[in-house]
């Protein structure tokens, strides 16, 4: 392996020591020693990756981000064209990534955490304009239609993080098809509303 090899490597070692620490003990168990103590290395290499535990603690956080849009991008070129279809495959795709605990805790607590919660803030953006443009396929330049989708994905975000947590008492197909549902009837056109 190169020099660039080794890192690249390392650094991938030290967020999924991260992620396996939120997972059993949240995210205020992570620190770079824990971290890199996990991992198998000294803490010269975290600091060769990371400045600090916020850093480690966001690219896990934006691994997630990264891996979840890319798979609905993907499921959605062959998901149809009608909203109701894209709109259950994306929020299959955001549940079942969830499926891995330590994935979960971390999207639980981010709200918790500065440096988090401000990388959660990004996404809820960049989602919104996922959801607005290439799932329902809303109009691009519609203030309303932003605001919409906006109050969707953030709505989404709070409802599958509280959903976690054990505070809302529906299953997971049941949660899927409740949030579909109300996607695609919150961002019809008055026309289109029953």
């Not at 891995?100 to 401000?118: F, I, M, N, S, T």
Request: glycine fraction near 8%; include cysteine; proline fraction near 4%.
């Amino acid at each position: 392996m190169s020099a660039d090899e080794r890192r690249t490597e390392r650094r991938q070692r030290l967020v999924t020591a991260c992620l396996d620490l939120v997972g059993e003990g949240g995210v205020s168990t992570v620190t770079a020693q824990a971290v890199a103590e996990r991992a198998g290395l000294t803490r010269r290499y975290f600091y060769e990756s990371f400045t600090d535990r916020d850093a480690v603690l966001v690219e896990a956080l934006d691994g997630m981000f990264s891996t979840l849009g890319g798979a609905i991008r993907t499921a959605l070129r062959t998901a149809g064209d009608a909203p109701l279809d894209r709109a259950r495959a994306t929020i299959q795709l955001l549940i079942a990534t969830m499926d891995d605990p330590r994935v979960a805790r971390l999207y639980v607590e981010a709200p918790g955490h500065p440096a988090l919660q401000a990388r959660r803030e990004q996404a809820i953006h960049s989602y919104t304009r996922l959801l607005a443009e290439e799932v329902l396929g809303l109009g691009r330049d519609d203030p309303r239609t932003e605001l919409a989708a906006l109050i969707l994905v953030a709505g989404i975000t709070h409802a599958v993080t509280s959903w976690l947590a054990g505070h809302i008492a529906l299953g997971r197909e049941e949660l899927i098809e409740e949030i579909v549902r109300l996607s695609v009837a919150a961002t019809a056109t008055p026309g289109q509303r029953p």
